[in-house]
């Protein structure tokens, strides 16, 4: 009995900013090795590889480690700032 | 536009910022400290111990009025394969003793605390609000930029963790290398603090520290750790980002392993999930740490690069307390000079050099590049794996004498190679 990473977060605080993307991401990049940096790396799993190898994201449950930034900002990482005031992930243990 | 100025303004309500503005604080300053989350710790996370020694200096006896969840007085370190475990275990009333205690800590709860304490010593902390942007003219912080206000200060501490994006927008620190830097993930498994008692072999508020390395990271950089909170089990992994993408398994795939591992699984057996996080580690050590101070700014924490991972040891937070607390210390001098420009913030640098912040950085400084091998994470827990397996199964074959079971298995490796890594190893700390 294993849980899913998706039914993980969900056990986490979010309050997710719906009007503003605060990752964006370029999901065809060419580059294969780019995308299976982020696909490997996100502890929160939220970059998938799909089978036409474009990625699949989604911000909302972002941990706000940097991690994809660190890897791949100026690649596959368009833009990455931290959620605007009081959004975002809330860590209650830390 | 507000056109207040304060003296000094904190950014980042961790704990290095928190530290700082405590302290300056008490010395009757007029100190913003600015948090974008909803309360100090809201964002942060850590593997589990803070070694006292910082903070104790700063608020004696800390730990009867801090949330701390456990004082440590057992180590253990592990060294796995897929599906063996090697286990070195120590226990020592020494480690309990005031001013080498560590607790184990959650940091949502105990940077609140210190965020709390900043603000009842006099500190304007507020939460909620990033700070966007620095104020820099001529090279000189004036301030910080939140949601369009400016606001002023003779001099601004950066505190803001390991991403550091404001030093890094104004081009005062470079971007972070991935080889610099490790992803942690972390989960928290709650259990009736007497299970965990009875698991770890605790008195009630002892608490464990348990290390793993090799198999949990598929043979990359890094390992697995485990804390006992009162109430709950944080575990984890932190693995180096430097080769991540060239491996076949995620994070999460490692996690899974790991967390399902034979040894690990039953300490948190029937632990319920009540929180997934993440976060980046810096780890390159010294040769990680950059600008420390300039004109009207001084970089403290994570900010600035003060961690080590030393494979059986984790200090972060100790750094960033210190290094809060000579960052604030610099600001008093400079204050007494009525000069907050380089020349005279260089103080800093000085009080880091001449403590144990840049001792130990400098102590350890060629641990990483030791680390970065693939034998520590894949050959030697096989190796020792294999020593103990020949030591203690009895089958009915004939035995072999102990040394040449052991030669037989040190030769997989390479004779050469265990003394030439033993060298550099021992040379590394
Ligand atoms: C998995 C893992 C395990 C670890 N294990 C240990 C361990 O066992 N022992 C140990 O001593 N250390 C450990 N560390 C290291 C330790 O956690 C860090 O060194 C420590 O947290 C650094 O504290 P800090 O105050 O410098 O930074 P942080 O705790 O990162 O605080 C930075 C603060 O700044 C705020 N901030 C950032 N940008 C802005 C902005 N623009 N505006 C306003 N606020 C902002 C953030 O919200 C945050 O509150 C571990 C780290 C990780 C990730
Ligand atoms: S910041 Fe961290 S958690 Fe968020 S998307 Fe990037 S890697 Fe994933």
Redesign the interface.
């Known amino acids: 009995m294993s849980l899913s990473i998706e039914e993980k977060l969900s056990v986490n605080k979010f309050f997710v900013d719906e009007e503003n993307a605060h990752i964006e991401i370029d999901p065809a990049y060419p580059d294969l090795k780019e995308k299976m940096k982020l696909v490997n790396a996100c502890p929160a799993g939220l970059y998938k590889l799909n089978d036409d190898e474009t990625l699949s994201f989604d911000y909302a449950g972002c941990l706000e480690c940097g991690t994809c930034r660190i890897l791949c900002l100026g690649t596959v990482v368009k833009k990455w700032e931290y959620p605007e005031d009081t959004k975002g992930v809330e860590f209650r243990y830390g | 536009m507000s056109e207040e100025k304060f003296d000094v303004i904190v950014v980042g309500g961790g704990l290095a910022g928190s530290t700082a503005a405590y302290i300056l604080a008490e010395q009757g300053l007029e100190v913003l400290l600015i948090e974008?989350?909803?309360y100090g710790?809201?964002?942060?996370?850590?593997g589990g111990r803070l070694y006292s020694h910082s903070l104790e200096k700063i608020i004696p006896n800390f730990a009867e009025e801090a949330p701390v969840e456990r004082r440590v007085v057992k180590e253990a370190v592990t060294m796995m394969t897929e599906n063996d475990a090697v286990t070195f275990n120590f226990r020592s009333p020494r480690l309990a003793e005031t001013g080498s205690d560590s607790y184990v800590v959650?940091?949502?709860?105990f940077?609140r605390w210190l965020f709390d304490k900043a603000e009842e010593e006099g500190a304007i902390a507020t939460s909620?609000?990033?700070v966007d942007e620095l104020i820099v003219e001529n090279k000189k912080v004036k301030g910080v930029i939140c949601?369009g206000e400016e606001m002023l200060a003779d001099v601004v501490i950066l505190a803001d963790g390991?991403?550091s994006?404001l030093a890094e927008k104004a081009g005062l620190r470079p971007?972070?290398?991935?080889s610099q830097?490790a992803?942690?993930?972390k989960?928290?498994y709650e259990l009736p603090s007497k299970v965990i008692e009875d698991r770890f072999g605790l008195e009630e508020n002892e608490g464990a520290a348990w290390l793993f390395a090799g198999s949990p990271t598929n043979g990359l950089v890094g390992g697995g750790f485990l804390y006992t909170n009162k109430q709950?089990i944080?575990i984890g992994m932190v693995?180096n980002?430097e080769r991540?993408?060239?491996?076949d398994?995620?994070?999460?795939d490692m996690m899974?392993e790991f967390t399902?591992h034979p040894e690990v699984a039953p300490l948190i057996k029937d632990g319920k999930?009540?929180?997934?996080?993440?976060?980046?580690v810096p780890e390159a050590g010294l040769s990680m740490v950059s600008t420390l101070y300039g004109d009207g700014f001084l970089i403290c924490g994570d900010a600035a690069g003060f961690c080590l991972n030393i494979g059986y040891m984790v200090r972060g937070m100790d750094f960033a307390i210190a290094s809060g607390e000579m960052a604030a210390k610099a600001v008093l001098k400079a204050r007494e000079k009525e000069d907050f420009s380089s020349a005279t913030l260089k103080i800093y640098k000085d009080m880091l050099d001449e403590s144990f912040v840049m001792k130990d950085l400098s102590l350890y400084k060629k641990f990483p590049s030791f680390m970065d091998n693939p034998r520590i994470f894949n050959e030697y827990p096989e190796m020792l794996s294999n020593i103990m397996a020949d030591m203690f199964i009895v089958n009915g074959n004939h035995g072999i004498p102990l040394r040449k079971k052991a030669m037989k298995h040190i030769k997989s490796v390479g004779l050469l190679n265990l003394v030439k890594d033993g060298l550099r190893g021992v040379k590394s700390i």
């Open positions: 974008r989350g909803n710790g809201s964002k942060n996370m850590t959650l940091r949502g709860e940077d909620g609000i990033k949601g390991v991403n994006l971007r972070v290398k991935p830097v992803v942690g993930a989960e928290v709950s944080s693995v980002l991540i993408g060239e491996s398994k995620t994070i999460e899974n399902k999930l009540v929180e997934r996080s993440g976060h980046v």
